[in-house]
């Protein structure tokens, strides 16, 4: 009877856990950036705020938006830097398991009067909680395109996503 029991809820999970990856389902994320790693040597640590929303134009496929604020802190005779991010991309979602990869544009102001234009890369993994709400840990990488040795990022976040 346990073993039944745990069969049919087993199966009904894994057919609705992947159901947001259809054509139409909307997207609103909310993370939590840092420990940032850079090539310059007077940077220390990053920690940043990112809001993301997203629609499925074809299954497994999204379409996003992002806007990110970041504060860098410096060592001793630098000024720490705040900085704006705004940026586009898509994601692949593999429905088979929740993982996903990302590429996109993006442009960065620093308060230091540097102006980035990036290509973030992303390969996360969603973690669903309920049917809508996901947490959404994703390792990313930041080549600046312009400025690579100043504006090119490492990192890790941790995200909070709601499928409707």
Known sequence: MKKSLLLLLFA???MSSFAQFEKGTKYVGASLTG???SYSSGEKFGLGLQATGGYFFADSWMAIGK???NHQ???APLNDINA??????ARYYFQSNGIFLGAGLQYK???VNA???QLPLEVGY???LNQYVSIEPAIYFEPCLNKFSDGTRVGLKLGLGFYF
């Open 84 to 89: 704006v991010s705004v940026g586009a991309g």
């Open 109 to 111: 102001h620093a308060a």
């Open 35 to 37: 420990l940032n790693l």
């Open 12 to 14: 009904v999970v894994s």
């Open 67 to 69: 806007l990110e604020y």
């Open 73 to 75: 802190w410096q060592s």
């Open 126 to 128: 969603c973690y669903y």
């Open 115 to 117: 102006d980035y234009l």
